[in-house]
RNA sequence: GCCACCGUGGCUUAGCGGUAUAGCACCUCAUUGGUAAUGAGGAGGUCGCGAGUUCGAUUCUCGCCGGUGGCUCCA
């Protein structure tokens, strides 16, 4: 006999031999809905046989670790149906994901086409219903079973050495190596949809074989796989692609170049209002605004360290004319110019990568005393980076980006101060525009790495400022160890994009590297010349990746203070053209964004047209309105609001603009 | 950068070895219309670019450019 304790605390007993399922099904009956169970904590199959003591707790797929175990055995579902219909491919691995599951196989490319009749033969096997079975193996055996396989094999070494188990789960004739838990049979899997094939490095990395990896869906009934299809269609309508193009936001060129934005006019009003917003801030905290250059010498960038350490990423320098013709009428090659200006012995300029030298520049322009810090410098700078072709998306991950980048430079006692400042900027945009998703990381240095300068004690200080910065916001926060930059600790705010992939956004970082390669000092109070710490911040992060974001955090619904055309005035005939261009006028002179579209299309045309554009307003004027001098309109929310009296309906809207709402 | 797929007027898109659909948008005319498409007419494309195969290429092949999904990278 055993004795198992139940969630509820009741305490049953049952022969000794029966299943975790058993207990399961005993205790919630058959239609438990559990894929796997905890006994004693620790996630099991359901055939699991109980022969002590000990608690158990179902596992349903209405929690994440259950729906972890539904993909993770359709990513086997789909192994074994890729392994019917192509006996050559090997299986690597097959996790489970926040998304759903992938698989990646050794094997010659597929398409997308081809997904389908693999899906069918899914179906085919989940309907054969085969249970899922574990099985222990000792390692010549386990070797044994995948001999002809040398990816699980090199998995199987690791394991060994690591002292894991060497388990396999069989369904009917095929299986596969793995840890488990997985659900009892495969019928459990009928809901599945295969979403898209691609490529993946075995093991991540780029020297080592390519792979095809295969995406999936699973849910455990099919209302819920036609809800989530349903959530990424939904999803996708809110794509700043897409709605960047519909709503004319902005613009990327093939002629042009890739990953260069070009701000549309409706696109750059969200742009400069931001900048706007935050400017006032800046001057609140004793900001100083400054401007720079696009571009700067060769010499700059070696003395930051930029060039050539990053110069993969960076795009080419610009070389002067003469010389390149001196050194071509030379017969110098290209890998000979690149090698002189890596050495230094050519002179050129560079597409600045980054806007701190400019500003580091500017605090060595005079010589400073500790009653000039903190020094404040502020610019909306943009910088170009090489980022790899197939890196570029959208506003996203894009070649040429402005920053609303700041430097600041500050004594050693006035970090944590200043962190905090940079924090509060943060806080304020995060909390105007309603974005309530977002993660704050805490880049922390490796202990065991070597690859940091500066001073460990005051790496710790500076550590320290920065997890007092995180925890003063109130929001959930993340240390993580090695993701520091070289120079110093910094705190990276991260959101998330309608597909799931998460972007950094705002960054505050503590530099205490710069200030050293250019020698920067100040004199102290106690007549000593001092070194000052740079922080680096930018609140917004990238004004295109940003509003990229913002694009699909609001679907395209901007704020009336960020809507490029705050109103529309639809006039039903054109009797009422003069009625609303009066108005137009009145609202334009107190600065409102004001479109009107008197044109001889129909109401009901006028206002299919303009909603597709998503103002905040949509003034509806007819006859009734110009007699009572009045307006109508549908307000953000789409409610009809009748015979508003225009001053009314005017001072609401300029409250709302000047309120940031 | 790597792999797969894709590239037809401003947008969405049909099609195919014989120089090409349709809708929206645009222009003109009529209509003066009250809440998600008024009617009629018109203009607009060297089918991403270059080469090859062919009597003939938008269609087939190769290269390049660009896009999408991933991987890798992200100071």
Partial sequence: ?????LPDGTVNEYAAGIT??????????????????YVDGVECDLSTMLHKDCSVTGIST???????ILRHSAAHLLAQAVNELYPDAKPTIGPPIDRGFYYDFAMEPIS????????????????RNHSVERVELGEADLRDHFEHNPYKLEIIDDKLEAGEGSTIYRQGDWYDLCLGPHVPRTATLMHVRLTSVSTAYWRGDQDREQLVRIYGLVEPTKEALKATLARLEEAKKRDHRKLGKELRLFHVDEEVGQGLILWTPRGAVIRQELQDFISHHLRRQGYSQVFTPNIGKLDLYRTSGHFPYYQDSQYPPLVERDLMKRLSDEGCTCGELSNMMSAGDIEGYLLKPMNCPHHVKIYASQARSYRDLPLRLAEFGTVYRWEQSGEISGMTRVRGFTQDDAHLFVTEDQI???VLGCIELVQIIFGTLGMEDYRVRVGLRDPDS????????????????????????????????GEAAFYGPKIDFVVKDVIGREWQLGTVQVDYNLPERFD????????????????????FGSMERFVGVLIEHFAGMFPTWLSPTQVHMLTISEKHAAYAAELAADLREAGVRVLVDDSDDTIGKKLRTHR??????????GESEVEGRNVTYLGPDREEHKGVPFDDFRNALLKEISERR
């Fill in 520 to 539: 920067l000092t100040y004199k102290g109070s106690d007549g000593e010349m001092h070194r000052p710490v740079m922080i680096h911040r930018a609140p």
């Fill in 20 to 37: 975790a399922g058993e207990v399961v099904t005993d205790a919630l009956g058959r239609k438990h809905g559990c894929v796997a169970a």
């Fill in 112 to 127: 997308e086409s081809d997904l389908k009749p693999i899906q069918k033969k899914m179906h085919e096997i989940a309907r």
């Fill in 416 to 418: 944590a101060q200043e």
């Fill in 1 to 5: 006999m055993v004795h198992v304790t």
């Fill in 450 to 481: 070597t690859k940091y300068v500066g001073d460990p004690a005051r790496w710790d200080k500076a550590e320290q400022a920065c997890r007092d910065a995180a925890e003063s916001l109130g929001v959930a926060w993340t240390e993580e160890p």
């Fill in 612 to 621: 597709k554009m998503r103002p905040a307003y949509l003034l509806i004027l």
């Fill in 62 to 68: 209405s929690s994440p670790e259950g729906m972890y």
